[in-house]
């Protein structure tokens, strides 16, 4: 149903909000990329064992794959994030792209409310269950929890 559910476009508004956290899996940290709309709407997710440049530009290729480019990135003072985003005003900038528009980094802590509030069921399982006994296991649970919001908010 998930895979079902990323083939078919969904509905998002274009200031995008973007934050990451963190998840125990089988005793190590993993990173867990979140972006929503400025609606709340769930824009895509991203696993990842590093937190770093290359992990958040993967996450944001990821999600304008499937969507178009966001107006704005809204982010929370990550490093990552604002590198990713800087990185792809450049890749624009070079390939003429510009002329439509950049994505405006707007880092507004207030402003990613929405996210950070999302994250909150992560927490929580982690929290019950001591984190994962496996990323597939985890991966799973993600992804169904995200493709469950998706359905509850009807952007699917």
Request: net charge positive; glycine share 6%.
């Amino acid at each position: 149903m998930e895979h079902k559910a990323r083939l078919k476009k969904k509905r998002v508004a274009d200031s995008w909000r973007m934050d990451e956290t963190y998840i125990k899996v089988k005793g190590e940290w993993f990173y867990y990329y979140r972006a929503v709309d400025k609606l709340g709407d769930v824009i895509d997710d991203y696993h990842s064992p590093n937190c770093d440049e290359a992990a958040a530009k993967a996450f944001l290729n990821k999600a304008i794959a499937q969507h178009s480019l966001p107006d704005k990135g809204v982010i929370d003072g990550s490093k990552s994030n604002y590198a990713a985003l800087d990185t792809m005003n450049v890749q624009l900038w070079l390939t003429g792209f510009f002329m439509l528009s950049l994505i405006e980094i707007l880092d507004i802590k207030y402003l990613n409310n929405i996210v950070e509030q999302s994250h909150r069921w992560v927490k929580q399982k982690t929290r019950q269950a001591l984190g994962w006994k496996s990323l597939k296991g985890a991966i799973a649970s993600l992804h169904g929890r995200e493709l469950w919001t998706m359905i509850k908010r009807r952007q699917i």
